[in-house]
């Protein structure tokens, strides 16, 4: 059942209908927040969620004492639709962002969602802000946000026993300014993105949060990104600012495998996409003097896809890893890229069924 709390027809704002019209240059977005028609809503509360809810509000009704601001209970999730080229909407492997979501919520005792209600209300939103959805060829997409947080007013570290999932969306242009051409990334050993054994593998607002000023200090030297180490040992390569890293090496696609990593959809993708094109895979650690040895690189996620490395400073050796000497993307990487954007776009058949079409 689904409770429309709008109190005019979605499509009737004329506020939205402003920005749509006059405003919104496709081929031009940046990756941030635009308004659009409205977002979907469920509760948790006596012992099952309820019916999901159609708001065009941009606001919640939060307790002060909800566990959300108190103990850090907040999880969220990105993925994307496309405007394909035969006009359809795809959603990119919608069902694994839905399991990975009940994973965080486990991992921080919260309610899961089911998969069910995650797919259902991700095709409700969708379908609402479906004229916000980019058209084919623009390069791009609509960003969708699902988050869930505890909202149980209580002074007491314990997990809340209501919970809000909500989910947004916003047409969004590429994460990167310079798009897919190849950045310099450094590393710095003062700062550790999350703890050993700790929260990194799931998607909690708080890894996001202790990743700000290693990524502000970053971008102040001029770079794209931090490529962390491991914060155990300091030897092996950990992830890329917010996204997985991986390298291609004597022809194999190496990605970093540590239980403090957050399992990247895109790296997954990319790693079986490897596979199908008969490159072979190896999830391991990675030393940090093996960086002197691979040809290409890239840090990949939802908002970016691959973000090619041109190279990678360690700023507490000196040492400079030249990874693309002619400052272009390595082929590995520009295939890989090419081939992940043709199955989101329809241009290629999906033949690992990763695509939901939204009627």
């Not at 709008?6 to 308004?35: A, N, Q, R």
């Not at 004597?250 to 990593?261: F, H, L, N, R, V």
């Not at 890893?321 to 043709?342: C, E, I």
């Amino acid at each position: 059942k689904v409770i429309d709390s709008t109190v005019e027809p979605v499509c009737s704002c004329l506020k939205h209908k402003i920005v749509m019209d006059k405003e919104l240059d496709w081929s031009h977005l940046s990756f941030g927040y635009i308004p659009t028609d409205c977002n979907v809503r469920c509760c948790f509360r006596d012992g099952k969620w309820g019916d999901i809810e159609v708001s065009q509000s941009e606001t919640i009704d939060l307790h002060i004492a909800a566990t959300c601001l108190h103990y850090g209970q907040e999880i969220f999730e990105g993925l994307k639709a496309f405007r394909g080229k035969d006009g359809k909407i795809r959603v990119f492997r919608l069902e694994e962002n839905a399991r990975r979501i009940i994973e965080s919520a486990k991992g921080i005792m919260m309610e899961p969602v089911p998969v069910e209600l995650f797919t259902e209300m991700v095709k409700k939103v969708v379908k609402l802000n479906e004229r916000f959805v980019p058209p084919y060829g623009s390069g791009a997409s609509l960003y969708i946000r699902p988050l869930e947080i505890g909202i149980s007013a209580q002074v007491g570290v314990k997990p809340a026993k209501e919970y809000m999932f909500i989910i947004l969306v916003t047409p969004v242009g590429p994460y990167f300014k310079e798009g897919f051409k190849p950045t310099n990334i450094c590393v710095m050993r003062e700062f550790d993105r999350v703890a050993p054994k700790g929260t990194g593998r799931w998607k909690v607002g708080g890894n996001y949060a202790a990743s700000l000023e290693a990524g502000e200090k970053a971008h102040s030297l001029g770079y794209s990104a931090v490529l962390y180490l491991d914060p155990k040992e300091k030897k092996y390569i950990d992830e890329c600012g917010p996204a997985n890293f991986f390298a291609i090496k004597d022809g194999k696609y190496i990605t970093p495998a540590s239980e403090s990593i957050l399992p990247s959809i895109t790296n997954k993708s990319l790693m079986q996409l490897a596979r199908d094109m008969g490159i072979e895979v190896e999830a391991r650690h990675i030393p940090i003097e093996e960086l002197a040895e691979i040809e290409e690189a890239a840090a990949c996620g939802t908002a970016a896809v691959a973000s090619p490395v041109a190279e990678i400073d360690d700023l507490d050796t000196g040492i400079k890893y030249v990874v693309s000497k002619d400052g272009q993307p390595g082929p590995v990487t520009t295939a890989l890229y090419n081939r992940l954007r043709a199955i989101q776009l329809g241009e290629e058949p999906d033949v690992h069924g990763w695509n939901t079409i939204i009627d």
